[in-house]
């Protein structure tokens, strides 16, 4: 789960690269001329970026009012609250747009699904409700949003925000109501909420295939995963120690349709484990963890412990301490996925994190003050942006595409001194040590597996079931 520490008013980015720099202003310009083409009207253009530029620039809080101070006489305050607040452009092409931009930017591995908490301190913002978080041991005032990021090994971007509105908040609040056209009407429950996001961002804006790494709550990861499990996502899921599978592992003898806690099936299949690289966090030194996986079933949670209807799927553990494994358990549906291409997925998990402190909260994720669903939506759109503007920039070496060409369109670096077209020689001096042929084979795996996941699955009839079944199809929905 994304922390809820809030963040020193005073942090600024300059770490990653300065917000004046010429090279972040032209990862800016590029994405806006690619981005904002769907804003009908060039006055809305021009607020789009100098909003942009407020998130970057303006020191501590990201406010309406503190942008509109940092641009000096360029817009009012009014003008600006109006743009995000009370004009009519629609987010959901830009998140769509960004998504795609990103595919040819940096090359994706997965898609990662992490709720965020947004602390409030009182009830008059959209969908603020008292939630109590597991992973925090409290209850507080909060939003709670579900996004999406697009996030390889070296970074990773918000694509898609979801506002999880409980159904007693549209009895009270008549603002959770005036959901845009084609949006929700009705509440839902975090799990549907979690799906929501999710098959919007996988299924509807027609990008390529990704497996998708859900790292949520206990309470909601079985309701979540069965639905995305029927859809023909390929899903690794965390999951609690407590939380029952039926074993359907011929390597492990248990008497057959008996439900085991996942911490008790793993301890059981210790002799299974096997060395796999992994990193400590995100950006860490590679090194060696254990892990196993076992084939189990996932009782429905509409049957409760009922074992009869389970979809099947394989459960992960890892940990690099022998007497303490495993300190973590996942699930996937990805059935020919090796352990350590399965410890690959899990640790974009990290990459996430580390990019939210370092990165999203700084550019003002939790800043809006605003009180309406439009704002909340547009204002986290553009941090978005923010977002991917500064990661972006911060790449070395700089991507070909910011001289002014389509990343979509980057052509393959060739070898032009033989007079051919072969692909161009690496610098870097071949290596034959055990970490390298490791990582040439999780390469190969990844390419592999990832090619495998057939496009059309996700436009089967189980996948239009549970669409409808979970939110009503829209351009803009919650």
Known sequence: ???????????????????????????????????????????????????????????????????????????????????????????????????????????????????????????????????????????LNAQHAIGVWAVSTEMSVPVNWRLHLPSHRLVR????????????????????????????TAMEWGLPTRPVVLDIDEAHMAAAYEALDAAGVPLLARVGRGFQFTVADPAL???????????????????????????????????????????????????????AAVPSGKLLGTGRDARNWPTELWLTNIADASPTFLAELRRLTDRVDEDFAKVTDRVGIRDFTGRSFNGWHRHITLVSVAHAALALAHVSPPPPWTSGTDPTDRPAPTDRTAGTDRPAPTDRPARTDHAECAERAERAERTQLVGSFPRSSWHGAAAAAVRSGVSAAGTAAP
């Open 173 to 200: 609040d008549p603002r959770c109501r005036q959901v845009p056209r084609g949006g929700r009407a009705s509440g839902e429950t975090l799990a549907e909420c979690v799906a929501a996001a999710t098959l919007d």
């Open 253 to 307: 003898s248990f008497q057959p349709g008996r439900l085991l806690p996942a911490q008790q099936i793993m301890c059981m299949a210790r002799n299974m484990r096997r060395p796999a690289l992994d990193r400590n966090g995100a950006s860490g030194p590679r090194q060696p963890t254990l892990a196993a996986a076992v084939n189990v079933g996932l009782p429905s949670h509409r049957y409760g412990r009922n074992p």
């Open 1 to 139: 789960m994304i922390d809820v520490d809030l963040h020193d008013s005073g942090a600024r980015l300059d770490n990653l690269a300065p917000s004046g720099s010429a090279f972040l202003k032209a990862v800016l310009a590029q994405l806006g001329s690619v981005l904002f083409t769907s804003l009908p009207r060039s006055d809305q253009r021009i607020k789009g970026m100098q909003y942009l530029r407020g998130l970057l620039e303006t020191p501590g809080r990201k406010s309406i009012r503190n942008i509109a101070a940092l641009l000096d006489g360029q817009v009012s305050e009014q003008n600006l609250h109006h743009f995000i607040c009370d004009s009519t452009w629609d987010w959901t092409p830009i998140r769509r747009t960004l998504a795609a931009f990103l595919m040819g930017a940096f090359a994706p591995q997965a898609w990662v699904v992490k709720p965020l908490i947004i602390p409030k301190a009182g009830q008059h913002s959209v969908g603020v409700d008292r939630h109590y978080f597991p992973a925090l041991g409290q209850t």
